[in-house]
Structures are given as C-alpha cells and as structure tokens.
C-alpha cells in the first residue's frame, strides 16, 4: 500500500522560501504536488516520474518552485522560491501508478494516492 506523509510547511513573508517534503512508503511511478487554497479547487503545482524526469509545472509557479527527488531517502521535495501571498494554500503530495501525459500529469483526477496535506501560509 502506498503512502504519503507531507512536511515543511509553514507561514513565511512575500519574497521566502520553504521547502516541502514527502516520505513514499511504496512503489509509484508519478508524483506530483498539488494546492488547494479555501473556496478554490485543488490545482497541479508540479509533477515528475519516478526516475525523476518528465517534470512540468502550473504556468503560475513556473520559475519559482522546483520539484526534484531523492530515491534512496524516498522522498520527494518542492522547492518554492520568490513566494508571493496568492502562493497560500493546503499542499498535498500525490502519486499513480501510472504512466501520465504531459497534460495529465496535473490532473488531480489521474491520482489515486494522497498525503494528509501541509498549510503554506505567505503574508504580505
């Protein structure tokens, strides 16, 4: 059974980083972050495989926050950068199984497992 468990979060100025972590307890072959901020439906913030290419990144975080991995920890990373105060939100860790397309991978529907999420909280 595959599972998720997300961490970093935390509250930071505009202009901050934060680096969030995801521990994979089982075989997957995607994961991707995605966000969900209140009253709004949870958007695709980044997306790798697991040999850790085919990345693609939501046009609104697209040089800013990087998604990267460490197989032999497990672990997948975002690296966020440049935060801005509409960069708040719940962020989750996702994966599949299976092989996506570019336009699926940030998808929340082509995803079956979920972490518990993370709150990300940038002031102004």
């Known amino acids: 059974q595959v599972q998720l468990v997300e961490s970093g979060g935390g509250s930071v100025q505009a202009g901050g980083s934060l680096r969030l972590s995801c521990v994979v307890t089982g075989y997957i072959y995607r994961m991707a972050w995605f966000r969900q901020a209140p009253g709004k439906e949870r958007e695709g913030v980044a997306a790798?495989?697991?040999?850790?290419?085919?990345?693609y990144y939501g046009d609104s975080v697209k040089g800013r926050f990087t998604i990267s991995q460490d197989n032999a920890k497990n672990t997948l990373y975002l690296q966020m950068n440049s935060l801005k105060p509409e960069d708040t939100a719940m962020y989750y860790c996702a994966a599949t199984l299976r092989p996506l397309t570019a336009v699926q991978a940030l998808d929340r529907m082509n995803y079956n497992f979920w972490g518990q999420g993370t709150q990300v909280t940038v002031s102004s």
């Open positions: 790798i495989n697991s040999r850790g290419y085919n990345i």
